[in-house]
């Protein structure tokens, strides 16, 4: 599979109540690596840079 068919199946995965942001944090939450392919580019497809620098640093001060 194409990488940008992964980023495209990702984004599917978004439901009409959920915000991209919200999604992130859920695969933040449940494991995924921030560093990982996947999720950088669906930080980069929905602008969510500064959200995620956010999330990895409150995760470290925990």
Same mark, same amino acid.
């Given at each position: 599979m194409a990488e940008e068919e992964v980023i495209d199946a990702e984004s599917s995965t978004l439901s009409k109540n959920t915000s991209p942001l919200d999604h =992130? &944090?859920?695969?933040i939450k449940v494991g995924w690596d921030p560093n990982t392919p =996947?999720?950088?580019k669906f930080v980069d497809k929905y602008g =969510? $840079? $500064?959200e =995620? &620098?956010?999330?990895i640093k409150d995760s470290k001060n925990k």
């Open positions: =992130l &944090r859920h695969l =996947l999720i950088v =969510l $840079d $500064d =995620l &620098r956010e999330m």
